[in-house]
């Protein structure tokens, strides 16, 4: 018997104003016609505005709208029955959600992964839109509420880039690049015109250790100092005392005879995700929107330390 095809799920998340709706109109006008799309859209507002701009341009595409506020917060519970119910119905070839500028989409992204093992549903790199026009280093990097939309963000867009300098544009770019953990792609734009390739884009899920590309560049050509790292399946859950606690003992003693000069990641724990950080002799961490996946990368000095000795020391069991 053949196998039914998934359908591909897409979360547009940004904040309030910044052209997400342009951008799934634009999307749907453009491939509307060819493929069986369904859109759910939680507006800010008990009316409905836009889901209804939606509707009203897009007569062919099946429209569910979640009014009035937080989809994280008032329609958390029912998002899995609302979206298998519109899969199933309708048949579709993707889905496209878009929560309201208010949303936390790392809580959507933990409904859809949970979905994802239930059903037909296959979550693809999730788009988060910022304002190149507003574009802020500081706010960006220090208001939780903006924290939490590019931590999430698998897939980077700045619009509004025509109410933006080129010297702005540049810069908002570069701060994308220098992201930890990378994003797939940084796109600037214009009117909501994404490329359509976005929508296209996959992520490979790791099931074994992978080398963090990138990660010799940044110890300084020093011959003593070493860089690990690895990138683990976002299924996988750690323990976040044994965590918190391999990490301190870990600052205060190094690993066999070897100096850890920097370590940060990020990891799904039994209590969220947690970004983590081994900085000036001090363990800190803190919740994280990120979703990908579990990654970390290190620097040691003298000797090297390698993937699977530095994830046997963080998982070792307690006393």
């Known amino acids: 018997m053949p196998m039914t095809p998934k359908t591909l799920c897409h979360i547009v998340a940004g904040p309030l104003g910044v052209g997400k709706t342009s951008a799934i109109l634009h999307y749907l006008r453009d491939h509307g016609a060819r493929q069986r799309i369904g859109v759910l859209v ?47 119905d309708q048949a579709l070839d993707r889905l496209i959600i878009e929560p309201s500028g208010m949303a936390t989409p790392a809580k959507v992204i933990d409904v859809l992964r949970q979905m994802e093992r239930e059903t037909n549903v296959s979550l693809q790199p999730v788009i988060v839109m910022l304002s190149a026009a507003d574009f802020d280093e500081e706010t960006l990097e220090q208001m ?67 080398p963090i590309a990138g990660a010799h560049h940044h110890h300084d050509h020093d011959p003593t ?14 323990d976040e005392e044994i965590l918190r606690a391999n990490l301190a003992r870990i600052r205060d003693q190094g690993i066999a005879e070897n100096r850890v000069l920097r370590l940060k990641g990020v990891f799904h724990t039994q209590v969220g995700w947690q970004s983590i950080e081994i900085a000036n002799r001090e363990v800190s961490m803190r919740s994280s929107a990120h979703r990908r996946d579990s990654r970390m990368e290190w620097l040691t000095q003298p000797g090297v330390v390698d993937q699977t000795r530095m994830l046997m020391e963080i998982e070792r069991p307690l006393n």
């Open 144 to 210: 939780p509420y903006y924290q939490m939309f590019h931590e999430a963000a698998d897939i980077l867009v700045f619009n509004r880039c025509d109410q933006a300098s080129a010297s702005k544009v540049g810069r908002a770019k570069q701060w994308a690049d220098k992201l930890d953990p990378p994003k797939l792609r940084v796109v600037s734009t214009s009117h909501g015109q994404l490329p359509a390739e976005l929508f296209d884009l996959s992520v490979e899920t790791p099931h074994t250790h992978e």
């Open 225 to 238: 100092v070493h860089p690990g790292g690895f990138v683990l399946d976002a299924g996988r859950v750690f």
């Open 42 to 88: 939680n507006d800010f507002g008990p009316v409905g505005l836009d889901s209804t701009t939606l509707a009203a341009e897009a007569p062919t595409t099946k429209v569910i709208n979640v009014p009035g506020g937080c989809i994280c917060c008032t329609m958390l519970a029912t998002l899995p029955e609302s979206i298998g119910r519109m899969v199933s």
